[in-house]
């Protein structure tokens, strides 16, 4: 499973545990018209920390918050190089 495969399942667990109604996930759909609210993301962060074993947003001081669902993926799979 890929890291966007993996980013994608627990975006739709986490959707559908916390009842949320969710956009279709492409490249450039704004963060903030996803559907999640901020305790979804913050789950996502905590349980992808638990998959992939790290955290982009601790593990360095110069990181550039994601905007979109596209840069929220490359966050990750740049992590995971």
């Not at 399942?9 to 986490?14: A, K, R």
């Not at 992808?48 to 905007?67: Q, R």
């Amino acid at each position: 499973m890929t890291t966007r495969e993996k980013i994608v399942s627990q975006i739709e667990t986490i959707a559908k545990q916390q009842e949320k109604q969710i956009a279709a996930l492409d490249d450039n759909l704004v963060l903030t018209d996803s559907g999640l609210d901020s305790l979804c993301f913050a789950l996502l962060v905590a349980n992808l920390e638990d998959k992939l074993g790290y955290d982009p947003f601790t593990a360095s001081d110069d990181v550039n918050f994601p905007v979109t669902f596209g840069d929220f993926v490359r966050l990750y799979e740049d992590g995971a190089h």
